[in-house]
């Protein structure tokens, strides 16, 4: 397994009995992922919206200070296996330590490697589940691993996910580790800090253009961080100028989107063509304001079709019960008469 580890990630230098000790720590499985990891198709497994980021995207802190980055996966499906090269300006970073974060840990026991380089300016990793098997895997969001830095000088330095082979990250079908598409986020480290703040509503969708009083309308709002800076703010929808909710979106991280879902209850509402506007409330250093707001024209509320009034149903029962009885007498009419 290290020679296939010495090969991939140029591990050098590791003694014969620091060997025997990884051996041991890893198990056949990992050693058979690892080495699938090199030569499986980039099959499109089920996760084709998986994102994979460095997060914050923008930030900085002063030199002799350190500075750290998680790599952070979203929307993944049945992730048994990871790796990354994240690349660095060795002017400005070096890199002091990677460790394993949180996320494929639930799923029971990782082995992984890792590699450190502040003369080119790369860290690499490679992470898997031990043990793996088609019903393995996490699925959702979280941190695969934390990169720190330690910061050198004032300046900016991108924090470049390179994709080596598009392949990574791999779930496993029974059968063979399949690839999972994804799109790659990177990162920029900068000293003075200098922080874009935009959040935006992208669109809202209705479950129906026309509903009656009465009826629940549910509503779907998109909103986006279009910005630099993690962000948490309010989102109030309307319909015309009333309220019908406020919501708190908590932590989006830039260049991603949430949809939240709204329930308009329509049983006080009169009928008519209402605008509905999503607003979402201005983030701390936010100027571009603009996009904050979107509004979808138009939901059609109708009365609902009239009951039937109590005296005219008593008429209505009457009508038929006396429709019953003159048929009643002239069926014995007849029958006397032939």
Not at 143 to 150: I, R
Not at 230 to 236: D, H, K, L
Not at 272 to 295: H, P
Request: glycine share 8%; net charge negative; proline share 4%.
């Amino acid at each position: 397994m290290l020679d296939l580890l010495d090969s991939r990630f140029g591990v050098v230098g590791v003694s014969g009995e620091m060997k025997r000790v990884l051996e041991t720590a890893a198990s056949v499985a990992v050693i058979m992922l690892l080495g699938l990891a090199l030569f499986t198709e980039s099959t499109a497994a089920a996760s084709a919206g998986t994102t994979i980021t460095v997060d914050p995207k923008v930030g900085g802190k002063a030199p002799g200070e350190f500075y750290s980055v998680n790599i952070t996966i979203f929307e993944v499906t049945k992730l048994v296996f990871w790796e990354f090269n994240l690349t660095f300006n060795t002017a400005i970073l070096e890199v002091v330590n990677l460790v394993e974060g949180p996320f494929v840990k639930q799923a029971g026991g990782t082995a992984m490697t890792k590699r450190l380089n502040n003369t080119v300016g790369f860290v690499m990793a490679a992470c898997g589940l031990v043990g793996y098997t088609e019903e393995s895997g996490v699925s959702g969001d979280g941190v695969l691993a934390t990169v720190v830095f330690e910061v050198k000088a004032e300046g900016t330095s991108p924090l470049h996910l390179s994709q080596l082979n598009k392949r990574w990250p791999y779930t496993f079908n029974g059968e063979t580790l399949i690839s999972i598409p994804y799109t790659a986020i990177d990162g920029v480290f900068t000293y003075p800090v200098e922080l874009v703040h935009d959040v935006a509503v992208g669109d809202i969708v209705v479950s129906s253009l026309t509903a009656t009083i009465g009826e629940t309308v549910s509503i779907n709002v998109t909103l986006l961080n279009r910005g630099d800076a993690t962000e948490s703010f309010g989102v109030t929808l309307y319909y015309d100028s009333t309220v019908i909710e406020t919501q708190t979106i908590s932590g989006l991280i830039p260049d991603r989107s949430k949809t939240i879902v709204f329930d308009w209850e329509t049983g006080r509402v009169a009928a008519g063509d209402y605008a509905l506007t999503a607003v979402a409330s201005a983030v701390d250093g936010e100027t571009i304001t603009l996009d904050n707001s979107f509004s979808f024209v138009a939901v059609k509320l109708t009365e609902p079709p009239p009951a039937l009034p109590i005296e005219l149903l008593g008429i209505a029962v009457i009508v038929v019960a006396g429709v019953i009885v003159a048929i009643v007498l002239f069926k014995k009419r007849s029958s006397k008469i032939s």
